[in-house]
């Protein structure tokens, strides 16, 4: 029995050592395949991680982006708004001018405009009384040129128009101040905010 049981114990210890060096080996093969799939969710966390810092990042990139053109418009709407402001209390003086500032304001329009015999047309709510028909003689006599009083336009309440020879000089109040906001209205924001560094 010795013999026999030398060889169960033979066996039985071969079998020990194969299951042992069996567990151990199939141990590494299961850590193995465990920090393999860990390596691969870190890696796929890490991507998606990246993928969703970089839509973010999108995301708020193109929300400022939005807010910094809604904030903008909105500057400029009230810089026009600003403008639109000054142009109209601009108009208000002019209208409210009294016959001396009216009469200087014509007399430069005369001195600048190419008349020789000029028919005056003064606006639907100008006073003929602050062009009367002396005070364009004795302008006409200075200048040496001719201007008589017309019939009153009603395109516009105040000012006046002249007409030479078939041309028309505008110089109704609010026209002229249409023109040099035209022309002007952007250099005028720009010296108003100049201090913004934007034009």
């Not at 109209?88 to 409210?96: C, F, K, L, P, V």
């Not at 009469?103 to 047309?121: E, G, I, M, S």
């Not at 364009?136 to 395109?155: C, F, M, Q, V």
């Not at 720009?190 to 201090?195: D, R, Y």
């Amino acid at each position: 029995m010795d013999a026999i049981d030398t060889i169960i114990s033979t066996i039985n210890e071969r079998s020990q050592a194969d299951r042992t060096a069996f567990e151990v080996q199939r141990k590494q093969e299961i850590d193995a395949a465990i920090e393999k799939q860990l390596a691969e969710l870190k890696t796929q966390q890490t991507k998606e991680k990246a993928r969703k810092m970089a839509n973010l990042d999108k995301f708020f990139g193109q929300t400022k982006q939005k807010k910094i053109e809604q904030w903008q418009t909105q500057k400029n709407l009230a810089r026009e708004l600003l403008l639109d402001e000054m142009f109209q209390a601009a108009y208000q003086r002019m209208i409210a001018w009294d016959s001396e500032k009216t009469r200087a304001f014509f007399a430069q329009n005369v001195a600048v405009l190419p008349l020789q015999k000029a028919t005056v047309h003064l606006a639907s709510q100008m006073s003929e009384e602050i062009l009367d028909t002396k005070w364009l003689y004795e302008l006409s006599a200075k200048k040496e040129i001719t201007l008589t009083l017309g019939e009153k336009t009603h395109r516009e309440k105040y000012g006046f128009l002249f007409v030479d020879h078939g041309i028309q000089y505008n110089c109704l109040y609010r026209d002229l101040l249409e023109e040099v906001k035209k022309t002007e209205g952007s250099t005028l924001l720009s010296l108003l905010f100049k201090n913004e560094g934007e034009s």
